[in-house]
C-alpha cells in the first residue's frame, strides 16, 4: 500500500497517494487553474502539472499575474531556455548543449561551438524560437533510469549531457522533451511553447564548462543570454530599463568621471581611485565614521598580513584558503587577509573583560584581498581587493537584540541619506532538521532566531524569513537596496556569529563572577566601499548629490577679463566649504556648459559684464537649467543648507524649497 499525504486545495483536504501527479488532482478537483496558471506552488515550491506531490502542504495556483509570479516568471523563462537550445540545434549542426538555467534578467544557455554566434546568428536564433513557440509544441516530462538517460544522450553525441547525469543524476532521472529537442532537466516547466509571450535575445559571452571542476582541459562554450515575459509591455519596459542602465554602467562612468580605473599592468580586479572618487569615497566614510562615533562605537585598525596560524584557528584557512592570498616571510606562510573579523578579536582578547565593559563595538574601514576567480570580477561590483566598513559588536547575550536594533536603526539611516527609500529585507534561519550543519546547539539558535525576528517587529520592518539560508556560524539580517531602475544591490548585513567565539574563547566575566562565552555581532552596514559606490554610481547615473560631488560648483567666465572675479568667486565658495574650480579655458560659453553638464557638475556659476557689475552670479543647475541671477552669498547659504541636510535632490529640483531671494 503506498504511503499518504495530506493536499490542501482550494479549501478542500485531499488524502492521496505519494507520488499523485498534480494535473490528476487539477483535473478533478479544480479543472480552471489548468488554463489559468502555469502551475502549482506546494509549500511555496513551484511545480509543473506533471510533477509528483511528495509530501503535504497546500497548492496554490501559479498564475502569470498572481503573488507567486515570479515563480511563474522564472519557470516561463527556464522553458524558454529550452527552445533556444532547439532552435540553436536545428539551426547549427553539430552544436552540443550545456546547461540553461533561469536568471533574475532572463535566461542562457551554453553551448559547445568552434565559432562565436554573429548578432545575425542571433536573429535567426531568435526567429526560430518565435517559430517554434507558436507550434504549441508539449513540455513532455520523461523519467527514465540513469543509465537509459545516458544512453540516450550519448546516441545523440552529447558527451556533456553524458557528464551531467553521471555526476549529477541519481537511480532515477528526470528530462523534459518538446518536439525532437529533449533535456536532461529536473524542471518545473510550462505545459507548453505557446505559453511563452514575449521573447528577447540579449547578447552572447564566453564562459569555461563547469568552472567549479577546475579542470585544465574544460571546453571554452558560447553562452547565450535573452529574457521573456509575459506580457510585450513587460518586455519593452526591461529592455527600456536595460538601455538606461548601460548608459549608468559604472565602469563607463568611472571612467568618463574620471572616478577610478583599473589596471591590467598591476593586476585585475583592484582599483585604483583618482581624486574625484577619493573625494567621494571621503564623504562616504567621514559620514559612517561620525555616524558610528555618535553611538559609541570605537575605531581601531588591524594590520594587511597575518601568520597562517591565526587563519587556521579562525577556520578561514580550512574552509576558505581557495580564495586567499599566501605568501612566505621568514619561511613562514603569512596570509593576505580576507576578511577582518580575527584581527578585532585579537584586540578583544586583549585583556580580561567584564560584563560591565560590554558592549564593545569595533570599527574600521578595514582593506581586505580575496582571490577570486578573472572570470566572476565585475568592474568595483567584484574585486579581489576592497574596503569593507566593518564593526563587530561583542557583548552579553542579553543584549543581542538592543544591538541589533541599534544596528538596524544606523543602517536606516544610512540608506536614506543616501536616497535608497526602496529595500527589501531577509531574515536568514537555521533548518532545525539538520543539526549538524551548524556550530551552536539549538538553544543558541533559539535565541539569536528570536532576537532578530524581535529587533525587526519591534521597528515595524517587513522581513521574508529565510529558512535554511544562515550560514554555519549563525543567522543575519540582509539587506538589498532598489536603485532607480528597480535592480536590487546588496546592501546592509547583519550577522550573529557563534562559531568564532567558540574558535577563540572569547568570554567574560559575568556578575557571578565566573567565565561567560561572549556573543559577537558582524555587522556592515555599506559592506564593500567598492560595490557600494558602484551602485550609487548607477543608482544616481553619475550624478551625485550636492554634498557628494567631487566638484560642486564650477565657475564659468565667459571671457578671459571675466577670470579674476570668477576667482573670487571660487575663492569665497572655497571658503565657505565648497569644492568650487574655475574653467580657466577660451572658448564658447555653451561649450564649457556642455563639459560641465557632461560631467554631471551639480552647479555652474556663470560670470560676465553684468555679473561683476552687479556683483552677483548666474546660477545653472545641471538638469533644471538657468534659475537666475544671485549674490554669492544668497547662493552658498542655500547650496549648504542641501550640504548640511546632505540632501539627495538639491534644492531647484524639490517642491517644497523655494528659490532663494
Not at 510585450?232 to 529592455?239: G, R, V, W
Not at 539611516?413 to 536568514?428: A, P, V
Not at 517587529?457 to 521574508?464: K, T
Not at 577563540?504 to 566601499?529: E, P
Amino acid at each position: 500500500m503506498s504511503e499518504s499525504i495530506k493536499i490542501k486545495i482550494d479549501g478542500q483536504e485531499l488524502l492521496l497517494s505519494i507520488g499523485t501527479r498534480v494535473r490528476d488532482v487539477l483535473e478533478k478537483h479544480c479543472p480552471a487553474w489548468l488554463k489559468s496558471s502555469v502551475g502549482v506552488t506546494l509549500n511555496a515550491e513551484p511545480l509543473d502539472f506533471q510533477m509528483a506531490l511528495h509530501a503535504d502542504g497546500e497548492l496554490v495556483p501559479l498564475e502569470p499575474g498572481g503573488n507567486t509570479s515570479s515563480m511563474a516568471l522564472q519557470m516561463c523563462r527556464h522553458t524558454t531556455s529550452h527552445v533556444l537550445a532547439q532552435a540553436v540545434q536545428e539551426l547549427f549542426e553539430g552544436v552540443q548543449v550545456g546547461i540553461g538555467p533561469p536568471t533574475a534578467d532572463g535566461f542562457y544557455y551554453d553551448f559547445l561551438r568552434e565559432d562565436p554566434f554573429t548578432p545575425a546568428d542571433l536573429q535567426a536564433i531568435e526567429k526560430r524560437m518565435r517559430k517554434l513557440i507558436k507550434t504549441n509544441q508539449k513540455m513532455e516530462r520523461l523519467e527514465m533510469s540513469k543509465g537509459d538517460a545516458e544512453k540516450i544522450f550519448a546516441e545523440k553525441g552529447e558527451d556533456l549531457k553524458v557528464e551531467l547525469i553521471r555526476d549529477k543524476g541519481g537511480a532515477q532521472v528526470s528530462c523534459y522533451q518538446q518536439g525532437n529537442f529533449i533535456d536532461f532537466c529536473t524542471g518545473p516547466h510550462l505545459p507548453h511553447t505557446g505559453k511563452i509571450p514575449a521573447i528577447k535575445l540579449l547578447h552572447t559571452a564566453a564562459a569555461h564548462w563547469r568552472p567549479e571542476r577546475d579542470r585544465e582541459d574544460s571546453p571554452m562554450m558560447q553562452r547565450i543570454y535573452g529574457t521573456a515575459f509575459f506580457s510585450a509591455e513587460d518586455l519593452k519596459t526591461f529592455l527600456d530599463h536595460r538601455e538606461e542602465a548601460k548608459k549608468r554602467d559604472h565602469r563607463r562612468l568611472g571612467i568618463d568621471l574620471d572616478l577610478f580605473h583599473f589596471d591590467e599592468k598591476a593586476g585585475p580586479g583592484m582599483a585604483y581611485w583618482h581624486p574625484k572618487g577619493g573625494t567621494v569615497r571621503h564623504q562616504i566614510e567621514g559620514f559612517l565614521c561620525n555616524e558610528q562615533l555618535s553611538r559609541g562605537y570605537d575605531v581601531v585598525y588591524t594590520p594587511h598580513i597575518a601568520r597562517k596560524h591565526l587563519w587556521e584557528t579562525s577556520g578561514h584557512y580550512d574552509y576558505y584558503k581557495e580564495h586567499m592570498f599566501t605568501l612566505d616571510v621568514d619561511e613562514q606562510e603569512y596570509v593576505l587577509k580576507p576578511m577582518n573579523c580575527p584581527g578585532h578579536i585579537l584586540i578583544y582578547q586583549k585583556g580580561t573583560r567584564s560584563y560591565r565593559d560590554l558592549p564593545l563595538r569595533y570599527s574600521e574601514f578595514g582593506t581586505v584581498y580575496r582571490n577570486e576567480l578573472s572570470g566572476v570580477l565585475h568592474g568595483m561590483l567584484r574585486v579581489r581587493g576592497f574596503t569593507q566598513d566593518d564593526a563587530h559588536i561583542f557583548c552579553r547575550p542579553d543584549q543581542i537584540q538592543e544591538e541589533v536594533s541599534g544596528a538596524l536603526d544606523l543602517a536606516l539611516h544610512i540608506m536614506k541619506t543616501f536616497g535608497y527609500d526602496e529595500y527589501r529585507i531577509d531574515l536568514s534561519l537555521h533548518d532545525p532538521s539538520n543539526k549538524d550543519k551548524y556550530a551552536g546547539d539549538e538553544d543558541q539558535w533559539g535565541l539569536a532566531e528570536n532576537a532578530l525576528a524581535d529587533a525587526l517587529d519591534s521597528m515595524g520592518l517587513v522581513y521574508e524569513r529565510r529558512l535554511n539560508e544562515a550560514a554555519f556560524y549563525g543567522p543575519k539580517i540582509d539587506f538589498h537596496l532598489i536603485d532607480a531602475l528597480g535592480r536590487a544591490w546588496q546592501g546592509s548585513t547583519i550577522q550573529l556569529d557563534f562559531n568564532l567565539p567558540e574558535r577563540f574563547n572569547l568570554t567574560y566575566v559575568g556578575d557571578d563572577g565566573h567565565q561567560h562565552r561572549t556573543a559577537m555581532i558582524h555587522r556592515a552596514i555599506y559592506g564593500s566601499l567598492e560595490r557600494f559606490v558602484g551602485g550609487l554610481i548607477e543608482h544616481y547615473g553619475g550624478a551625485f548629490p550636492l554634498w557628494l560631488a567631487p566638484v560642486q560648483v564650477i565657475v564659468l567666465p565667459i571671457a578671459d577679463r571675466h577670470i579674476e572675479y570668477a576667482e573670487e568667486i571660487a575663492a569665497a565658495a572655497g571658503e565657505a566649504g565648497l569644492r568650487a574650480e574655475v574653467d580657466r579655458r577660451s572658448g564658447k560659453l555653451g561649450a564649457k556648459i556642455r563639459d560641465a553638464q557632461t560631467q554631471k557638475l551639480p552647479f555652474m556659476l556663470i560670470v560676465g559684464d553684468r555679473d561683476m557689475e552687479n556683483q552677483e552670479v548666474s546660477v545653472r543647475h545641471r538638469t533644471v537649467g538657468d534659475l537666475g541671477s544671485f549674490t554669492i552669498e544668497t547662493f552658498l547659504t542655500q547650496a549648504l543648507q542641501d550640504i548640511d541636510g546632505r540632501a539627495v535632490r538639491e534644492w531647484p529640483l524639490r517642491e517644497d524649497v523655494t528659490a532663494p531671494a
